[in-house]
């Protein structure tokens, strides 16, 4: 990864280490995602969010990498996206009930986002 981030979110899914959003060195909040395979330590960048976001969470459940909430250039934000890692595609999927940031989130046992 070849810059400086912060208040970035990630997520490991096998063995791959998956890092997404943030502010920038110019403290911008942004919209890249990459990866890290573990395996033989090569950087990859991916597509980017739809949503530049930072103070997000960021889980991953089947197929799939979910960014909720967090704080945009436009302000805090209810959007939730997710992110198919067998194509690569970013889609927007049904918007949380209210805004979050800095906020926890996890993968119950029956397979829900909590």
């Known amino acids: 990864m070849p810059e400086k981030l912060c208040l970035h979110q990630c997520v490991v899914v096998g063995p791959c280490l998956y890092i997404a959003g943030g502010f920038d060195s110019f403290s911008v909040i942004i919209d890249e995602v990459w990866r890290l395979d573990l395996t033989d330590g090569t950087w990859k960048k991916l597509p980017p969010m739809k949503a ?28 939730m996206e997710r992110f198919e890692m067998m194509t690569e595609e970013w889609e927007f999927t049904a918007p949380l009930i209210h805004s979050l940031h800095r906020h926890a989130a996890c993968i119950t046992e029956q397979g829900k986002v909590q």
Do not use: D
Not at 58 to 66: H, K, N, P, Q
């Open 52 to 79: 530049p976001r930072a103070c997000f969470q960021l889980v991953a459940l089947g197929e799939y990498l979910f960014a909720l909430g967090g704080l945009t250039p436009a302000g805090y934000t209810r959007s």
